[in-house]
Each structure stands twice: as C-alpha cells, then as structure tokens.
C-alpha cells in the first residue's frame, strides 16, 4: 500500500529501499487522513524499516527521503550504529536458525 501511495519514497525490494525522513508516520498521516488504520500504519512502517535491506543503508551521513522523493535530512551517527547492531542481530539471528 505505501509503495503504490508514495512510489517515490517506499519500495517493496529491499535493495531499492531508500532510508526515510524522521517523523514520517505523521507525514502519512497528514497525507492520508483517516485512509489508514494508525495501528497497521505504525506496523507496516515497522516491518519496513526493520528489514535487513532498510539497516544496510542507514549509514552515517545518507540523505533521508520524504513522502515525494525529495532528501530531508541525514542518517546521524547514532542511528548508523544502531542500525548497524540491529542488522547484525538479525543476521546473527537468520544464521542460527539455519
């Protein structure tokens, strides 16, 4: 649903996945009103951004996109490194399970 919405700023591959203005989920929702269910909003943006596709790119300094494509900030120190454990935990995780 927010690849078809907003084609400029989601992506359903995750090697295409772009990394996202902080505050986005109010941005969606200003977008769209009460077109969406705030509970599957905050879910889907979840399952989004904690993909292993979405953590490889937040790395320190990459431009942000808002809902139109355009950057809106930068991935900071702090969210590259937590970005960078939390990615590592879930390859550390996939690789225990096989």
């Known amino acids: 649903m927010l690849a078809d919405r907003f084609p400029q700023s989601f992506f359903v ?3 295409e996945r772009r990394t996202l203005k ?13 077109g969406i269910d705030e509970f ?3 879910a889907a943006l979840a399952m989004y951004c904690r993909a292993v596709g979405y ?3 937040c790395k320190e300094g990459t431009p942000r996109f808002d809902l139109s494509g355009e950057p809106a900030g930068e991935v ?5 490194r937590f970005a960078r454990s939390r990615r590592c935990w879930l390859e550390d995780s996939s ?3 096989r």
């Open 95 to 97: 690789a225990r399970r």
């Open 13 to 15: 591959a995750e090697r």
């Open 76 to 80: 900071s120190v702090d969210e590259a």
């Open 22 to 34: 902080t505050g986005i989920f109010r941005h969606i929702r200003a977008a769209v009103g009460d």
């Open 55 to 57: 953590l490889r790119r």
């Open 40 to 42: 599957q909003l905050s």
